[in-house]
């Protein structure tokens, strides 16, 4: 296909990863980001799971170990912090700051506007016109890439099914160094796991605010899923200490006193020892709610969803950023051999709509099984990480 002019609204790592594919292809790209100042998630962990990290490899001229910490061992912990299980498995980690940043430096300032937030978009059978406020821009095709809360979805698909899971997941994350020596090294060389009646939580190394990936320079991280009432429940735990009602999540130092000091209790009550001491030291722990977000469609003549834009399946696979990562490279390609935009969404959709409802409908059963069920065992294969499937 020749040369087109593209849109991606959303500058976060779906967005950037396929910014940089496309503008590869030679396409004409810029990135609109909403938010005024670079993205920033407290440094928060992810599984680097292939597809996500392929770009950083395989075109920003990365090794893996520049950005992600392997980690040898799943583990699983008893109550009384002996262990319950422990296989070999390699995984790698490293955290959203990281990756994106890593991203961002490759992309470029150029064609990155930040406080550029989409007021409005429509098509003809030739082109896309979006307005930023005053900024209007005709484009071949718009690529949205504006996250979990997606206005573009909301205009696309306005009922596309979004539901909260029941539970949240409460994370945070202690600098290696102000662990002790034994402590760090048993959190350092595996996933941890301590699994119990309708909760969970799981504990990995990732680099530290910065990016450091040397041993002391690291971050502890955890991520511990809690079940709250929809309503009345989820609502107070959503409520910030400004007493906002958030939809999403509750960032680093806003959660109120009282939610802290309960998550505090609870650990110390309910976890192994090392697990609770590391959810105490954490200074600032944060909430991100978990839904269940799919739609019928991807593709609207010029104008495309990716990333959790178009599905938002449940952490538990691990592969939310891979999935973004996936409809990317798989846009690129089909862009690559489809005569016109129209043709090539055409072709690439029904791929992309399998894959996010089978990852949608895989973290779903994960999730019941280990927030409701309570038939989540110590070593199951089906619980390890995979974009396709577990383990891949």
């Not at 090794?63 to 390699?90: C, E, F, K, M, P």
């Amino acid at each position: 296909m020749n040369t087109a002019k593209i849109a991606v609204v959303g500058g976060s790592l779906g967005g950037l990863t396929a910014a940089c594919l496309l503008r590869d292809s030679g396409h004409d790209v810029t990135i609109y980001e909403r938010s005024p100042h670079e993205l920033e998630q407290r440094g928060a962990g992810i599984g680097l799971l292939e597809t996500t990290s392929r770009y950083l490899v395989e075109r920003a001229g990365l090794s893996l170990d520049q950005v992600s910490i392997a980690t040898d061992h799943i583990r699983y912990l008893n109550r009384d912090g002996s262990v319950a299980s422990d296989s070999a498995h390699r995984y790698l980690f490293s955290s959203w700051n990281t990756v994106y940043r890593r991203l961002l430096t490759h992309w470029g300032e150029d064609r990155y506007k930040l406080g550029h937030e989409m007021h409005s978009f429509d098509q003809t059978p030739d082109s896309v016109t979006v307005r930023f406020g005053d900024v209007i821009t005709e484009i071949d095709l718009l690529v949205c890439a504006d996250g979990v809360g997606s206005t573009s979805r909301r205009t696309l698909q306005p009922n596309a099914g979004e539901a909260y899971a029941g539970y949240v997941a409460w994370r945070g994350m202690v600098p290696e160094h102000e662990l002790s020596t034994e402590l760090a090294s048993s959190l350092t060389d595996a996933i941890t796991y301590f699994v119990y009646a309708n909760s969970h939580i799981l504990v990995y190394p990732i680099p530290g605010i910065e990016g450091s990936v040397e041993p002391g320079d690291r971050l502890i991280n955890f991520v511990w899923y809690r079940n709250y009432l929809e309503g009345g429940d989820v609502d107070d735990v959503l409520t910030d200490r400004n007493g906002v009602r958030r939809d999403l999540s509750i960032p680093p130092g806003l959660a109120t006193d009282h939610h802290v000091a309960e998550v505090r209790a609870t650990a110390r009550a309910r976890l192994p020892r090392s697990l609770a001491e590391l959810v105490e030291r954490t200074e600032q722990p944060f909430v991100q709610v978990v839904y269940d977000i799919d739609v019928e469609r991807m593709a609207f003549g010029r104008v495309c969803l990716i990333g959790d834009a178009a599905f938002s399946a449940r952490p538990h696979a691990a592969a939310g950023t891979a999935k973004a990562a996936d409809d990317g490279w798989t846009l690129a390609d089909a862009l690559d051999d489809a005569d016109d935009v129209p043709t090539a969404l055409r072709e690439w959709e029904p791929k992309q709509l399998e894959l996010g409802r089978s990852l949608l409908e895989r973290t779903r059963q994960v999730g019941r099984r280990s927030q409701v069920d309570n038939s989540w065992e110590p070593g199951d294969p089906d619980f390890i990480f995979g974009l396709y499937e577990p383990g891949r």
